[in-house]
């Protein structure tokens, strides 16, 4: 029997972080709420998979490789990842299992609070889990995240979100 493998080069998950600061009455600009730890510029995210069966499903990691966890949370806030994966990928999510058994799933636009307590994730660092189904022939093709972020603010309304349209 004769495998036919696509090749998992092109799978190259590139982050934009956009370093969107809290707005208040002060001048004070705080930390940024997730920190790429590689995947910008020069640097690259690495796939745990090197070649995809056609057809085949599965669960990509991106990581950066022996440098460690593809993303820092730093502190407590919301980002917003906005992307789009192409055909192929079923769903996109973080996770600090290095098996991707437990993941926070993303939902391009949709907000990811991170910090204690009930329905937020917690403050550490990540890798990206990128579930895929019916493999294509020609590979599963290469996608980028843009985050953008703001931190939790004492307003009564809770979290505030500023939108940072960079067209990364």
């Not at 056609?54 to 593809?70: E, I, K, N, Q, R």
């Not at 020609?138 to 960079?166: K, M, R, V, Y």
């Amino acid at each position: 029997m004769i495998r036919h493998y696509s090749i998992v080069a092109s799978i190259l998950l590139t982050l934009v972080l956009l370093p969107v600061v809290f707005a208040s009455g002060s001048a004070r600009e705080r930390p940024q709420i997730i920190v790429a730890n590689c995947g910008t510029g020069s640097t690259s995210l690495e796939a745990n998979l090197t070649q995809v069966v056609p057809g085949s499903s599965g669960t990509v990691l991106f990581s950066c490789g022996s440098a460690g966890d593809a993303i820092t949370v730093t502190s407590r806030g919301s980002v917003r990842p906005k992307f789009s994966i192409p055909a192929g990928y079923t769903s996109l999510g973080i996770s600090s299992d290095p098996g991707c058994s437990s993941v926070f799933g993303l939902v391009s636009g949709s907000a990811l609070r991170f910090g204690r307590g009930n329905h937020k994730a917690p403050i550490t660092s990540y890798n990206y889990c990128a579930s895929f189904s019916q493999a294509p022939a020609a590979g599963l093709q290469s996608f980028t995240i843009i985050w953008s972020a703001t931190h939790t603010s004492n307003h009564p309304q809770g979290d505030t979100d500023e939108n940072d349209s960079d067209g990364g």
